[in-house]
């Protein structure tokens, strides 16, 4: 079993950048893949961006690419979302997800773990 916590949100506008981190604790993480979803008021979760903790294999949404990347720090157990160019549109709750096995799922149903989430403002 693994439990998460995500950090980093916050108000900003839109051009700016933010870097959520998403802290796993557990002692067979690096067995797990990890995935950012959000959800936005009224909508959906939606899939975001996912990592392969093995080797760092990642895959994202295509509104997001060549925007966010999501990585990985061993050392400290913890999954980062790096948002740069922050529109509008992507304001949401992030939450990160955490499933057992090296498939980077992009359905929500597919990851067991989840953290609380965080709140991702940008403002126009």
């Known amino acids: 079993q693994v439990q998460l916590a995500e950090s980093g949100g916050g108000l900003v506008q839109a051009g700016d950048s933010l870097r959520l981190s998403c802290a796993a604790s557990?002692?067979?993480?690096?067995?797990?893949?990890v995935g950012w979803f959000r959800q936005a008021p009224g909508k959906e979760r939606e899939f975001v961006a996912a990592?392969?903790?093995?080797?760092?294999?990642?895959r994202a949404t295509d509104s997001v690419k060549g925007r966010f990347t999501i990585s990985r720090d061993n050392a400290k157990n913890t999954v980062y979302l790096q948002m740069n160019s922050l529109k509008p549109e992507d304001t949401a709750v992030y939450y990160c997800?955490?499933?057992?096995?090296?498939?980077?799922?992009?359905?929500?149903?597919?990851?067991?773990?989840w953290g609380q989430g965080t709140q991702v403002t940008v403002s126009s």
């Open positions: 997800a955490a499933r057992l096995g090296v498939i980077l799922q992009i359905s929500s149903p597919s990851y067991p773990y």
């Open positions: 557990g002692r067979t993480v690096r067995s797990y893949s």
């Open positions: 990592i392969r903790w093995s080797d760092g294999t990642t």
